[in-house]
């Protein structure tokens, strides 16, 4: 099962030195009961790229959190034995989020995802603006929106090591 992890360039160098992402359980997103209902007319493509697009989203929230991060998103994609994951129980509200029982472990990281280093001004804007636009502000909300405006580049999982945090 592909599962979407958000991520940043910091806890990608953790991975990378500890061989794992951790501690169990881990959230991530993946193509869920919830997310096919909620977008229906979606083919497993769309779904997918959906689900990675939640888990950019919680890569900005960690970003928001982490202040020394580089201002990049990143999410990585893992290929996970189903019965491992769960699906929870948010419905409507998250509809890509999982649980994962077990840790990560690198050999499970197929690919990374990561904004290009150009877009790091409108990434940290968006981070920034995160909290407000929680709180329902508009402008905020426009500005982390916008920061989705930005494609994710592919990363094979061999080339993460060359991504500097």
Same mark, same amino acid.
């Given at each position: 099962?592909?599962?979407?992890?958000?991520?940043?360039?910091?806890?990608?160098?953790?991975?990378?030195?500890?061989?794992?992402?951790?501690?169990?359980?881990?959230?991530? =997103?993946?193509?869920?009961?919830?997310?096919?209902?909620? =977008?229906?007319?979606?083919?497993?493509?769309?779904?997918?790229?959906?689900?990675?697009?939640?888990?950019?989203?919680?890569?900005?929230?960690?970003?928001?959190?982490?202040?020394?991060?580089?201002?990049?998103?990143?999410?990585?994609?893992?290929?996970?034995?189903?019965?491992?994951?769960?699906?929870?129980?948010?419905? %409507?509200?998250?509809?890509?989020?999982?649980?994962?029982?077990?840790?990560?472990?690198?050999?499970?990281?197929?690919?990374?995802?990561?904004?290009?280093?150009?877009?790091?001004?409108?990434?940290?804007?968006?981070?920034?603006?995160?909290?407000?636009?929680?709180?329902?502000?508009?402008?905020?909300? %426009?500005?982390?929106?916008?920061?989705?405006?930005?494609?994710?580049?592919? =990363?094979?999982?061999?080339?993460?090591?060359?991504?500097?945090?």
């Amino acid at each position: 099962m592909r599962i979407y992890l958000p991520s940043t360039l910091p806890m990608v160098a953790a991975l990378l030195q500890t061989g794992e992402v951790g501690p169990v359980p881990v959230r991530g =997103y993946a193509v869920t009961p919830a997310l096919r209902e909620w =977008y229906s007319s979606g083919d497993l493509e769309e779904l997918e790229y959906v689900a990675m697009l939640h888990a950019a989203r919680a890569s900005l929230r960690l970003l928001s959190h982490d202040q020394s991060a580089p201002r990049r998103r990143v999410v990585l994609a893992a290929e996970l034995p189903e019965e491992q994951v769960t699906s929870d129980a948010s419905g %409507f509200d998250e509809p890509a989020v999982v649980e994962i029982k077990i840790p990560v472990l690198l050999r499970h990281i197929v690919s990374g995802h990561v904004d290009d280093a150009a877009a790091a001004g409108e990434i940290g804007s968006a981070a920034a603006a995160l909290a407000a636009a929680d709180a329902g502000d508009d402008d905020a909300r %426009f500005t982390v929106d916008s920061a989705e405006g930005y494609e994710l580049l592919w =990363y094979a999982s061999q080339e993460l090591a060359d991504l500097s945090p």
